[in-house]
């Protein structure tokens, strides 16, 4: 158990719907990342917050958007959703320690039909 | 740009014997390489690192060599054994301010067979 909770664990919708993740991050971590994992893909980088600031982003598209709350808790928005945006959504959180480590949740596989 | 690359998806052996799973790197300001281990239906686990002032880490069986010249760096499993059967990803950091999102590669499927 890494201490990271991610929900909802499956998820089913279907093109042009919207859908909210959400992440809670390890007791203490003021760090949340996202990372999307389309199939047979690595984990891209897609956005982080510190301490309720967006922090830095990646390939995180314009129909996507995230807040990180006064609790840390962390929520990821996909609107307008499109086929492609079938993939599995990790959190991962960290306190950007020397070693780099972040601690990651079990996912949210999210399926656009 | 993919700045983080394993260019083997999928690697078999045998138990007992060593697995070498490798992955090379083009941006030179990544200060710390991690490798990752990730089971079906789990999200990925820290397995060891390394930093980028160092050539090699050790720990238990799992030993990572790094190599700047080259932009590669390489993890080594011995004895390999069932359990490690997953997939595995090298990912790298360039150090930030206040935490440090890692850049993944594609991964490797290890399977050990008995």
């Known amino acids: 158990d890494s201490g990271v909770t991610q929900t909802p664990k499956h998820l089913i919708t279907a093109t042009g719907q919207r859908v909210t993740l959400r992440c809670s991050p390890r007791?203490?971590?003021?760090?949340v990342y996202w990372y999307q994992q389309s199939l047979d893909q690595g984990l891209q980088f897609l956005i982080q917050y510190y301490n309720g600031e967006e922090r830095a982003k990646g390939n995180i598209l314009e129909r996507f958007s995230a807040q990180q709350f006064p609790d840390l808790h962390s929520e990821l928005n996909l609107s307008s959703l499109e086929l492609g945006d079938s993939a599995l959504y990790f959190c991962?959180?960290?306190?950007?320690?020397?070693?780099?480590?972040?601690?990651f949740g079990e996912g949210s596989r999210l399926t656009v039909l | 740009d993919q700045q983080v690359k394993q260019n083997s998806p999928s690697l078999s052996v045998q138990e007992g014997r060593i697995s070498i799973l490798n992955c090379d790197y083009t941006n030179s300001m990544f200060d710390y390489f991690l490798w990752y281990k990730k089971y079906p239906a789990e999200g990925p686990t820290f397995l060891i690192s390394i930093s980028s002032i160092k050539d090699k880490n050790e720990d238990g069986r799992f030993t990572v060599f790094l190599n700047k010249s080259a932009k590669h760096l390489s993890l080594h499993i011995v004895p390999s054994q069932p359990g490690d059967s997953a997939v595995y990803f090298c990912a790298a950091r360039r150090a930030e301010t206040s935490g440090s999102r890692l850049t993944f590669g594609e991964g490797t499927q290890l399977t050990v067979n008995p």
């Open positions: 991962a959180s960290g306190r950007g320690v020397p070693t780099g480590e972040l601690f």
């Open positions: 007791s203490g971590d003021l760090s």
